[in-house]
């Protein structure tokens, strides 16, 4: 099965900016979607943003339409979170998660701290 490797989440001020990246390894075919999700602490985990994997079709939280945007690099096998105008409601820990073969498969997610 595929594995996923977070990285880009930092400490950052409101209004800023970070890109998050999701590398995939390992088996990648079967994929059919990749999803985008936080977690803050003492809070319910939410999708953020969703991707078809193939069709490139998008899916996005309400919160975070047009200031969030997700794309990838297929050659590369990565998965990209543009993140605009941050706000500190924002912080969580952000994980990518695939779909494959009915499954979902996470990776150990990378933190982001967005202060006011």
């Known amino acids: 099965q595929v594995q996923l490797v977070e990285s880009g989440g930092r400490a950052v001020q409101a209004g800023g900016s970070l890109r998050l990246s999701c590398d995939a390894s390992g088996r990648t075919d079967n994929i059919y979607t990749m999803d985008w999700l936080r977690q803050a602490p003492g809070k319910e985990r939410e999708s953020v943003a969703s991707?078809?994997?193939?069709?490139?079709?998008?899916h996005y939280r309400a919160s975070v339409g047009g200031r969030f945007t997700v794309s990838k690099d297929s050659g590369r096998n990565r998965l990209y979170l543009q993140m605009n105008s941050l706000k500190p409601e924002d912080t969580a820990t952000y994980y990518c998660v695939a779909r494959q073969d009915g499954k979902y498969i996470w990776g150990q997610g990378t933190q982001v701290t967005v202060s006011s």
């Open positions: 991707m078809s994997w193939t069709g490139g079709m998008t």
